[in-house]
Structure formats: structure tokens, C-alpha cells
């Protein structure tokens, strides 16, 4: 069982449900040699299928509105960070230090697009902060892949040494990663059987009235609660002051959510005001580093029964990598997608940061789930993703969504003509911003942000 279908069913929704999407396949969206499309496809249209369920009950709908996928309007969203435009510039996506590089034996990727990344990388390699890429290059070239990756990890770098599909498959990570289910999700108690307030009126928003206290960072986390405010939740979204952040990737992620700078040791007292009206609390940085805030899933749902807590992390909670940060490139380097996508000669990748995107609409299908389903049965939840199980469930294939009995939508398989239909302009609080359309639809639902991107940290830290 694949495609949405088996997204569906690890969310534990009701199979007679997946009746209600229909889709429409478009040659060329999304191409690779993995089914990146296919994984797209079902990533949002299990989103989307989420948000019309929770709409249908909080509308009081005699049944859930029909759910409409599209691969135009999906390939589009999957690179959302690529048709940005403030005020005409296009976002800078990667520091010239984020790249493939050979070493003696292979080949390694890294990641320094913060500066404290950059510094590390350097540091570990023994070179100056005015290093330049030809002198990286010269001292990784020197070094075997794994050298370079234990050695830039233990300084608290980032850089993985690239893999095949099968020599990931031995590593004691990957061992780990596969016996955990895609979404891993349960209770935290048996707090009671959450209300959830009438909605009426157009659009239908499934998450008006919700709040949604933010803590991730980079794409995967931010998309989910993207898609969260885009349903009509109260995101606000907080970072530590002392973090930099990337403005135009802020700005991509931003829209509809509010952003605050809080410090959560020297602004614990504001923190816990948020936290006690909170209904949501998604976290994104790496395993345990929140614990030591008492922000672990079972310190939040005493102090806040009746929470939806949802995880993020790159390589999963467990297992020798548990604690290692990562991003979706590299996690591609180190699973095996990247020796897929390339040549002998060259690593490649995928089309899409699609391990980003894909996990950040399953988190938020996720979260719709648990509010779900509290609303029947109580108990504070939890649910828990990893880039490097998505990345399994797509290296070990993936149909697309016909295969599982998912009818494509009137104008069937149509080619992909690129992403214009999806694009849309607004002025903002940055400037003139393009971006691309959220691809969750269903009938009556939102069909744009009613909130433009901010400046990071330019908001009041507290509810609407």
C-alpha cells in the first residue's frame, strides 16, 4: 500500500474518505528518477484531505468536502523558495559554502548558509573565516569523505559524506529509521475531549480560532505551520534573538504567521503565557535541545493538558544520528538520493527540497489529525517526523495516487506548462512579494494567506 493511501492509513484516517480526492497528473511536474511527484502528490492531498475532515466537523457538514490535488499547483509550492520575488530580487537560496566538494575517496556535501555553520566548517577544516571556496576545496581534497564528516560534525558543522542507496541501508542510522512507522503519533494523557467552536461562513477554515505556538526553523516546520495559518490558525511563530535567521527564507515560509524574537531563559515568564493558551506547539530544532526548557512532549502536556505537540527533526529522535542536526540536502547525500539522481561523475538531487516540503504537509496532515480526533476521543497528542524516514518511504518507491484507486479529476493527465497559474503577488511588510500559491484545496476552502510575511521578529510576542 502506497501513495496517499498509505498516508492516510499511518494517520489513521477513515479509508472511505480517500473517495473524496481527486487529482490531476501533469507530465513533467516534478521530474526525476524517484517518484518525487508522486510523493508530492500524496503529501498534500492526505494535507488537504486532513484539513476538509477537521472542516467538516467544526461546520457540522453532512459529509467532508471533496478534495481537489493538483501537480501543477503542487510542483509549484515544492519549490516555493524559487518563484520568491521581493520587490523584483530573487532569494538567495545557498551560501557559496553549501555545495558538493570531492575528497580523496568521494565525495561530501555541506551546509553554511548561517554564519555559526560557516564559522564551524572552517574551523574544523583549520582554515581563517576569509577562507575561500578554492582553499576549502584544497583541504577536503586532501581528506577521505567520512574523515571529513566526523571531523566537521564533531566541531558542530555540517557535512555528509555521500552514500549509496545500499551502503546507507547498512548504516546503523538507517537501521533505526526503518523500523519507526512514517508518522509516529499517540497520547500523552487523557486530558478531556477537546471543543472545538462552530465555523461558518466562506472560506471554511478548519484551524480558525487555533493556536499555534511555532518553534522550527528552515523549510520543513515553517511549511507546516504555513499551511496551519493558511487554515486559519493563530501562528506565531518564535525564534531566539540570538539565532540568525535568513530573511528571504523567512520571508517564503512567513506568510501566514506573525513573528517574534523571545529568549526562553531571559523571557521564560512571557514564554509560559504563551504556552498556557496555546493549542499547538510545533517544535523543528534537533532531538533534546528544547528538552533542557522543559519543552519535551510530556513536560508541555502537564503544563498545558489537551496539546497537540508536533516533532521535527532531520534524522529522527533515536539512533547513533539522534542527535545530529541536518538538512534536507544532506540528508538526500546520505540516504542514497543523490547518488540516484547523479552520474558517476557528479552527485545530483532532487527537483524539489521534496524531503522538506513532503514532511512539512505531513506534519501539518498530522497535527489536523490529532485535533481530529481529540475532538472524539480527549488526551493531549503527539506526533513526530523525520526527513530521513520520508526519504525512505521514497526511496523504497511510491505509486502515484491513480495506482491506489485515487480517480485523477476531469481533465486527466495533462502536460506541465510551468508554474504561472500558481504564482501570486501581494504587498507585504517586506515589500512586493511573488510567491506561490498554497497547493492544499478543497471545496469552500482558503485560497490564499490572509497575512503577508513580516520581518523576523517584528511582532509582539502574544496571542491575537
Keep these: 500500500m502506497t501513495g496517499i493511501k498509505f498516508v492516510w492509513s499511518a494517520l489513521d484516517g477513515d479509508p472511505a474518505l480517500l473517495t473524496r480526492v481527486s487529482t ?151 537501521v533505526a529509521v526503518a523500523r519507526r512507522p512514517l508518522v509516529e503519533r499517540g497520547r500523552l494523557d487523557a486530558a478531556h475531549t477537546r471543543v472545538l467552536t462552530p465555523v461558518d461562513g466562506g472560506p471554511l477554515l478548519p484551524a480558525a480560532g487555533l493556536r499555534v505556538l511555532d518553534l522550527t526553523r ?20 518564535v525564534d531566539a534573538p540570538q539565532l540568525p535567521e535568513l530573511p528571504d527564507q523567512h520571508a517564503d515560509t512567513g506568510f501566514g504567521k506573525r513573528s517574534a524574537a523571545l529568549d526562553l531563559v531571559a523571557d521564560r515568564r512571557a514564554f509560559e503565557e504563551l504556552l498556557a493558551a496555546a493549542d499547538v506547539v510545533v517544535t523543528g530544532y534537533r532531538p533534546g535541545a528544547l528538552d533542557r526548557f522543559g519543552l519535551s512532549p510530556e513536560a508541555l502536556a502537564e503544563r498545558r493538558p489537551g496539546l497537540v505537540v508536533a516533532q521535527l527533526s532531520a534524522w529522527g529522535a533515536y539512533g547513533p544520528w539522534g542527535e545530529r542536526r541536518g538538512f534536507d540536502s544532506l540528508v538526500q547525500v546520505a540516504t542514497g538520493i543523490a547518488a540516484v539522481e547523479g552520474s558517476p561523475e557528479q552527485p545530483g538531487a532532487l527537483p524539489a527540497q521534496a524531503l522538506d516540503h513532503g514532511t512539512g504537509y505531513l506534519l501539518a496532515a498530522a497535527v489536523l489529525r490529532a485535533l481530529t480526533e481529540q475532538s472524539y476521543e480527549g488526551g493531549s497528542r503527539f506526533v513526530r517526523l523525520a526527513l530521513a524516514r520520508t526519504a525512505a518511504w521514497l526511496t523504497g518507491g511510491i505509486s502515484d495516487g491513480i495506482a491506489d484507486g485515487i480517480e485523477p479529476g476531469p481533465s486527466g493527465e495533462v502536460p506541465y506548462d510551468g508554474p504561472r497559474p500558481w504564482l501570486a503577488e501581494a504587498d507585504g511588510g517586506i515589500g512586493r512579494l511573488r510567491y506561490a500559491l498554497s497547493p492544499v484545496s478543497f471545496a469552500g476552502g482558503p485560497a490564499d494567506w490572509v497575512r503577508p510575511p513580516g520581518p523576523w521578529g517584528g511582532d509582539a510576542a502574544r496571542w491575537l
Design 24 to 174: 490531476v497528473v501533469r507530465r513533467g511536474a516534478l521530474e526525476a528518477r524517484l517518484p518525487v511527484r508522486e510523493l508530492a502528490r500524496a503529501c498534500v492531498g492526505t494535507c488537504a484531505l486532513a484539513a476538509a475532515e477537521l472542516g467538516a466537523r467544526r461546520a457540522g457538514l453532512p459529509e467532508v468536502p471533496g478534495v481537489h490535488v493538483d501537480d501543477g499547483a503542487v510542483a509549484a509550492a515544492f519549490v516555493s523558495e524559487r518563484h520568491l520575488l521581493v520587490d523584483g530580487r530573487a532569494p538567495v537560496n545557498f551560501a557559496p559554502l553549501s555545495r558538493f566538494w570531492r575528497t580523496a575517496d568521494g565525495w561530501v556535501r555541506t551546509h553554511a548558509n548561517y554564519p555559526h555553520h560557516r564559522a564551524r566548517l572552517l574551523g574544523a577544516l583549520g582554515l581563517a573565516e576569509g577562507a575561500t571556496v578554492d582553499d576549502v576545496a584544497g583541504r577536503l581534497a586532501e581528506r577521505s569523505a567520512l574523515e571529513v564528516e566526523d571531523t566537521v560534525y564533531g566541531a558542530g558543522g555540517l557535512a555528509v559524506a555521500l552514500r549509496t542507496a545500499k551502503e546507507w541501508a547498512g548504516h546503523p542510522q538507517a
Design 218 to 237: 528552515v523549510i520543513a516546520g515553517p511549511v507546516a505551520t504555513r499551511t496551519l495559518g493558511l487554515l486559519g490558525a493563530d501562528v506565531l511563530r
